[in-house]
C-alpha cells in the first residue's frame, strides 16, 4: 500500500449542492464486501463504511446502493460508469472524494483520484470465518519478504522452507558453466547446485526472480497424494513459447507425476497427473503479472484452472493424484533442464480445494494471506 492509502482521517467527503453524496451506514444490513483496484495496481477488498453513493445523471442525482453495484469505474474527469445487478447502467459524475473500506488491518481511506475501478466480491474480510478457513488450510505460503540466502521461508507455519537450485543445463561432455564463480564440468543428468535467492519488485512487496530460466526452488514433505489441494501463485512470465513450470511433484506413472504450468506448445495453462492432461485455450498467457490457481477435490475429481479468479477450465480427472516426493517450483522433472524464466510471488499451498469466492478473494487482495497470517506490511 502507498502513499495513496492513508490510514485514519484524512478528508471529509466532498459536499455537493448541500448534501453529502455517499451515505451513511445502515445498521442491521448485511455487510457487502468489493474490491478497490487503485492506479498503481493495488488491491484493496473491505466493507465500506456508506451504504450507497451518489451519482449526479442527466436526470438528477441518484443514490445507488453499494449493494446493487457490480462495477463502478472511475474516470480521470471525475465522472464514473456503473453497471448494476440487473443489467443497467448508470454515467454520471460521482459525489465522494475518499472510499473508506473497513478491512483485515483496520479502516482505511482511499481517494477517489487513485482509484480505477470498485468492484463487489463475494467474500467478506476482516476478522471472517473466510480469513480464518485460509490461514487454518494453508500448509506453504512464501510471500519473499525478508528472505535471504539459499532458503525461503515457509510463513504458514507448516514447515515446508524452501532451497533455491541452480539446474545445470548440458551443452557437451567436455563444456564448463561457471556457477557462483565456480567452473562446473557439465554432464548429461548432472546435479543442481545451491544458489542464493533473487529479489526483485513483485505483486506484492518483493518476489522472487526466477530470471534467466535456470533458478527454481525445491520443497521437502508436502504430502498432496489423495488429498484435496489448491496450488496457486502470481506469475509475471518474460518468455513464451516454452515450457513454463509452475508446480512439479511426481514419478512417471499414471496419476503420479503432477505438473502445472504454462505449456510452450499453445502458452496455455495446464494441469496433469501424467497421461491425464487438461489444458485451458481460454486463458493463454502473456508477459503481464497474472494469478494462477489449480485446485483439485477427491468428492468428485474435479479439477479446476483459474486465471486471475476466473475459472477457465475444469474437468474430471481419470483418478485422484498419487504422487509424491520433492515438490519443485519454477521446474518441471528433475530430469528436464527447462525451467521458469520470469518472477513469482505469494506462492500457497492449500490442503482443500479452495472455492471459486476464495481464489477469487486471493486474485483481487495479493496480501489477504499475509495479513490474514499477520505477515508484516510490505
Same mark, same amino acid.
Given at each position: 500500500?502507498?502513499? &495513496? ?5 484524512m478528508?471529509? &467527503?466532498w ?5 453529502a ?13 468489493v ?28 443514490d445507488?446502493? %453499494? ?7 472511475l474516470? #480521470? ?17 460521482y ?7 473497513? +478491512?483485515? *488491518? #483496520? ?14 466480491? /463475494? ?26 540466502? @539459499?532458503?525461503v521461508?515457509?510463513?504458514?507455519g507448516? @514447515?515446508?522452507? @524452501? ?6 543445463? *548440458? ?10 564463480g ?8 548432472? /546435479? ?9 519488485d513483485?505483486?506484492? #512487496? &518483493? ?16 504430502d $498432496? ?14 518468455t ?7 508446480? %512439479? ?8 507425476? $503432477? ?10 495453462? #495446464? ?18 503479472w497474472?494469478?494462477?490457481? %489449480? ?15 476466473? $475459472? ?8 485422484d493424484?498419487?504422487?509424491?516426493? +520433492? ?12 525451467? &521458469? ?7 500457497m499451498? %492449500? ?28
Amino acid at each position: 500500500m502507498n502513499r &495513496m492509502i492513508s490510514r485514519g482521517i484524512m478528508l471529509a &467527503m466532498w459536499l455537493m449542492s448541500g448534501a453529502a453524496w455517499c451515505g451513511e451506514s445502515v445498521g442491521g444490513r448485511a455487510p457487502i464486501t468489493v474490491a478497490a483496484d487503485l492506479t498503481d495496481g493495488s488491491h484493496v477488498v473491505g466493507i465500506p463504511a456508506a451504504t450507497n453513493v451518489g451519482l449526479r445523471t442527466v436526470v438528477g442525482i441518484i443514490d445507488v446502493p %453499494f449493494a446493487e453495484i457490480t462495477s463502478m469505474t472511475l474516470r #480521470g474527469d471525475e465522472s464514473a460508469v456503473v453497471d448494476l445487478a440487473n443489467g443497467d447502467r448508470l454515467s454520471g459524475a460521482y459525489g465522494f472524494g475518499i472510499l473508506q473500506l473497513d +478491512t483485515l *488491518v #483496520g479502516r482505511v481511506s482511499i481517494e477517489a483520484r487513485s482509484i480505477r475501478t470498485i468492484k463487489r466480491v /463475494p467474500v467478506i474480510v476482516g476478522e471472517s470465518a473466510a480469513a480464518g478457513e485460509l490461514k487454518k488450510d494453508l500448509i506453504l505460503y512464501y510471500p519473499f519478504e525478508d528472505d535471504r540466502g @539459499g532458503v525461503v521461508r515457509d510463513r504458514s507455519g507448516a @514447515g515446508h522452507d @524452501g532451497r533455491v537450485q541452480t539446474v545445470i543445463t *548440458v551443452v557437451s561432455d567436455d563444456s564448463a558453466l561457471t556457477v557462483d564463480g565456480v567452473s562446473r564440468i557439465l554432464q548429461q543428468g548432472g /546435479p543442481s547446485v545451491s544458489h542464493d535467492i533473487v529479489l526483485s519488485d513483485g505483486k506484492a #512487496g &518483493m518476489c522472487c526472480d526466477l530470471t534467466g530460466g535456470h533458478r527454481f526452488l525445491t520443497v521437502e514433505g508436502v504430502d $498432496l497424494a489423495r488429498r484435496s489441494f489448491t496450488l496457486c501463485l502470481w506469475a509475471k512470465l518474460n518468455t513464451l513459447g516454452r515450457d513454463n513450470f509452475f508446480f %512439479f511433484q511426481g514419478s512417471e506413472s499414471q496419476d503420479c507425476r $503432477l505438473h502445472a504450468a504454462i505449456f510452450k506448445e499453445s502458452n496455455e495453462p #495446464g494441469i496433469d497427473f501424467w497421461g491425464d492432461p487438461l489444458h485451458s485455450p481460454n486463458a493463454r498467457a502473456d508477459t503481464d503479472w497474472h494469478f494462477w490457481a %489449480f485446485t483439485y477435490s477427491t468428492t468428485d475429481r474435479n479439477r479446476r484452472i483459474y486465471r486471475d479468479g476466473i $475459472l477457465v477450465g475444469e474437468d474430471t480427472s481419470h483418478g485422484d493424484y498419487a504422487g509424491s516426493g +520433492t515438490l519443485y517450483i519454477g521446474r518441471g522433472t528433475p530430469d528436464n533442464p527447462v525451467v &521458469m524464466d520470469g518472477r513469482i510471488d505469494e506462492v500457497m499451498v %492449500f490442503k482443500r480445494c479452495l472455492k471459486e469466492p476464495e481464489v477469487r478473494a486471493l486474485s483481487i487482495d495479493p496480501t489477504l494471506a499475509a495479513r490474514a497470517l499477520g505477515v508484516p506490511a510490505r
